[in-house]
């Protein structure tokens, strides 16, 4: 059984003004449903940041921060989707995300990949963040994931001369989802001297195994030894004796929220991108205990590591969560 969808998200660029310019950056673009009919009076919001789409369905959020943002759309007290943009000085990304459900095959992620002009984008690398996975993009721009943990997924669009895009997708409730999505090009950028050298260990580990090699006296490192000596049966039971971190469990299927000092949420990081806590989804509704290969707490924001320092500082804490 399908029902349409949600949302068509067309952004018209994450538009970025240099530092000393009047202007903030500002986050821009129009939506629409499936059909392609306007969505009004969509709330469309950044943390406490929010704005409203007009008749159109334009929207103009500002001003927003540099690095990966996620944006919520709500209407009618109903959440329409979510979107992580990638707000950076050098680059304007087009994103259109349209969902359509489906529960015949169930954590199905499907879609296309398509430049500015809808000419189909081969080859291109669709990542799944949260979950480890990831697909090609064949001659069509077309790709298939199949198998994916039910629960929220940031999926990440890379392919060379392209702006990366990002953008969150809902699988929580074991449907499927269909997305398509425009990624724009990069302008006149050549690349420079291109040094490779050798690394051991999986790709998206090296800066956590660089961190657990020469600790910095900052946050507390656990590596995937010391996980597997604990045997945890939940994600959360990592977090259980570390101090300034507490774990409320929420419900019967727990949730495993993380707190830091004062009872604020901590930011979460999985595998380097943003994963925020919401509600009663905590890290044991996010992650699998047995897929965790590496973790990072830091109370506070002294010494935190710059890729966690995207948007405003949280001063309550943060956690780098890493999978095998």
Request: charged share 20%.
């Amino acid at each position: 059984m399908r029902y349409a969808a949600a949302l068509a998200l067309g952004l018209l660029g994450c538009v970025v003004v240099p530092l000393g310019a009047q202007d903030a950056p500002v986050l821009r673009g129009y939506l629409r449903d499936s059909a392609g009919t306007p969505l009004s009076n969509v709330d469309v919001s950044y943390q406490r940041l929010t704005t409203r789409s007009d008749s159109t369905g334009y929207f103009r959020l500002t001003p927003v921060p540099l690095g990966r943002i996620t944006v919520r759309f709500i209407r009618d007290n109903t959440l329409l989707g979510e979107l992580v943009a990638n707000v950076t000085s050098d680059t304007l990304s087009d994103v259109q995300v349209e969902s359509v459900r489906d529960r015949i095959d169930p954590r199905t992620l499907r879609g296309s990949v398509v430049d500015s002009a809808g000419k189909p984008v081969r080859d291109a690398t669709i990542e799944i963040v949260t979950a480890n996975m990831e697909a090609r993009a064949d001659s069509l721009g077309q790709f298939t994931i199949r198998a994916l943990p039910a629960r929220r997924h940031i999926v990440r669009v890379r392919r060379v001369g392209y702006a990366p895009t990002y953008l969150a997708v809902d699988l929580s409730d074991s449907s499927s989802a269909r997305v398509r999505i425009i990624v724009r090009q990069y302008a006149g950028q050549n690349l420079g001297l291109v040094v490779v050298r050798g690394t051991t260990g999986p790709a998206h580990l090296q800066s956590f195994l660089r961190r657990a090699a020469k600790p910095s006296g900052f946050g507390r490192i656990i590596t995937a030894e010391q996980i597997a000596q604990r045997n945890p049966l939940r994600a959360s039971d990592m977090f259980q004796a570390i101090a300034g971190v507490r774990v409320v469990q929420s419900g019967r299927s727990g949730g495993g929220t993380l707190l830091g000092r004062g009872g604020c949420l901590l930011a979460v990081f999985i595998n380097g991108f943003p994963a925020p806590q919401r509600g009663s989804q905590g890290i044991d509704q996010m992650l699998n205990a047995q897929d965790l290969a590496g973790i990072e707490v830091y109370n506070g924001i002294g010494g935190v590591p710059a890729e966690f320092m995207m948007g405003p500082p949280n001063s309550c804490g943060t956690v780098a969560v890493w999978t095998k």
